[in-house]
């Protein structure tokens, strides 16, 4: 999204002092830019292959480990010639349906996007995570994939040992393999290996706003190598430089745009980036005009309107591009593999923890009269409201059906068996019959009562842009409860830091992100201070 910078006459920033990493120097000559346009591809072509070289190769390892363990140990002969052979009959079985399921995962994981700029910049501990969540989902496929087929009835102990063996090589070798990759990578982009040339056109507040962004973006994909400016362009003050020794955000202003294409030649341009305003078409066009026989990209820099949607796409009905600028979450095979997802764990959740939930309500019904099961309205999906189930924590009596009223630590209103399902989360599981009926998904953003306030103020109403995490089902647990946003709501910005997370979920949903949220909600079950 783009925020305009504070630009007041008494704050107005010296564009020939701002000069951030972007800008700095020219490429090292061994970056050529045909160098530069194809190492990203290559280096992600490359990233595949040793992904896919890794799982093949920790198999292998975990078989010839296997091997070995079972020569040390004293047996009968034709008992180990037959481990040995179950063993490899595992690794032969699974190597190709797990090498494709691995790198199916990694991709809906988003661990091949770990190459753009942006994801340079993170640590490996926030790209092991999402690696983690897809290793395991993939390994969890396969081994529903051998129970399907009949072949994991038939593994012995040994096969099973190599098995789990091997996921557990391929997990540490997969994370060591992208620390090293990611380092060589962020290290190329630091460098200069995997920068864009790029020349921008127009010297107006859009232009400075866009090379703003870029100072503060470390080790972004862009080396800036000037400006060029144009008729539609308005001095930013009476007493503006020469344009020879001007200079924009540190980025010097290499003429006028009469000489746009002599420019790019001259400085080796990869991406020609045009910051006029949608309304200048006829300098626009023209531009573009000029720039067509050229090998170079060039690209628009979008309305600010247009700038602060997430998720641009541009699609063609009938020759007509049409720029999308919303999109369904989880449309099409995405929905159905969530769908899938909830149907799959919820079933098996259900039927594993029957007992527990048995235990449950007949505790409830022995320490305090009325009913064992909590209904409350709550938003669901689309912002419609639904009937959440829960077991009860609270006594008849003091409870709140609207939600207005928060629970606060240590609350005299919940019974000594609610505050042990509560601090445990067993209370929430009645919710496996909201995820079967629809209403819910095992990980989403938590619903929240319809009267639930942050503060003073309603919730829907007090944080911005609340309602769009309701573009997926609500979940049982979800990525603002991982990251310590449980609990009590007392203020606008605890509030605000849950829809923010609960947002980056709606963005960015895969399957990797659900299993990651799933083995943090069960490790949390355990020393969670914030449930109470």
Known sequence: MFELPSRDSSAKPDYGTRVGMAFQGPR???????????????????????????????????????????????????LFADAVHASAGVFNA???????????????????????????????GSHAGPLFGA????????????????????????????LWLWYGLGLFGLTALRSLLLRMARDWNLAGGLRQRTLLVGTNDLAFEWLDRLQRAEGAGYQVIGAVSTAADRPSSVNAPPLATARLAGVPVLGSVTGLVEQVRKNRIDLVVVAL???????????????RVLAVDVRLLPHRLIARTAGLSVDATAGIPLLGVIHHPLAGWRGVLKRSEDLLIGGAALAALAPVLLLAAAAIKLESPGPVLFRQKRFGFNNEEFEIWKFRTMHTDRGDQSGAQRTVRNDPRV?????????????????????????????????????????????????????????VRPGITGWAQVNGLRGEIDNLHTAARRVEHDLYYVDNWSLGLDAEIMVRTALLLFWDRNAY
């Open 28 to 78: 090292p000559e061994s970056a050529s830019p045909v160098a530069a346009a194809a190492s990203a591809p290559a280096l992600l072509c490359g990233l595949v292959a040793a992904d896919a070289l890794m799982v093949v190769g920790t198999g292998l390892a975990a078989e010839s480990i296997a091997a070995r363990l079972l020569r040390a140990a004293p047996a009968d002969p034709a």
């Open 94 to 124: 699974a190597v190709g349906p797990l090498a494709v399921l691995s790198l199916m995962c990694f991709y809906s994981a988003g661990c091949y996007r770990s190459l753009r700029p942006k994801a340079m910049r993170r640590t490996i």
């Open 135 to 162: 290793w395991t989902a993939a390994f969890l496929v396969l081994v529903l994939m051998l129970g399907v087929t009949g072949d994991l009835r038939r593994l012995d102990t040994a096969a099973a040992g190599t």
């Open 277 to 291: 305003p949608w309304s200048a078409e006829a300098e626009i066009t023209d531009i573009l005009e000029r720039l």
């Open 415 to 471: 019974t000594r068996v609610g505050r042990f399902l509560r601090r445990t989360s067993i209370d929430e599981l009645p919710q496996l019959f909201n995820v079967l009926r629809g209403d819910m998904s095992i990980v989403g953003p938590r619903p929240h009562p319809v009267a639930m306030k942050a503060g003073d103020v309603l919730y829907h109403e007090a944080v911005e842009n609340y309602a769009c995490r309701h573009r």
